[in-house]
């Protein structure tokens, strides 16, 4: 019978002990569950698709000059548009998703500033 030290044990008892620590410290983390909201500048819109989460706001900027838009054509089923707000710190009109679907938009801008915007939002689980 081979007899072991009890240091030699007790080296490898710590040994896996820190490789098992190590190795949970390894594992990747869930990743969280948050909903970013998207944030585009009205000089982007123009023409394009945009894609956003159901939930997600998607910001329209610069503030400044977009919080008179309007939104005159939207699927209400599919988005929500929230007029900004002209007050001492400018707030930018949003489109918030609610269900899955397409839509296509249409921004006016009731003081001329801005000329007519036409896009396409599609809103995804």
Not at 18 to 43: E, I, N, Q, R, Y
Not at 77 to 91: H, K, L, M, P
Not at 100 to 123: H, N, Q, R, W, Y
């Amino acid at each position: 019978m081979i007899r072991t030290p009890k240091s030699v044990v007790l080296l490898v008892v710590g040994f896996t002990a820190v490789l098992s620590g190590c190795s949970a410290d390894m594992s990747p983390s869930p990743a969280p569950s948050v909903t970013s909201d998207a944030v585009v500048d009205v000089a982007d819109l123009d023409g394009k698709t945009i894609t956003i989460s159901v939930g997600e706001v998607l910001a329209i900027q610069p503030a400044d000059r977009t919080h008179a838009l309007r939104a005159v054509q939207v699927d209400a089923d599919v988005a929500e548009f929230v007029q900004g707000s002209n007050s001492s710190d400018a707030i930018a009109p949003e489109i918030r998703g609610l269900t899955p679907g397409k839509t296509s938009i249409v921004l006016s801008d009731p003081t001329g500033e801005i000329e007519d915007i036409a896009f396409t939002l599609t809103v995804k689980r």
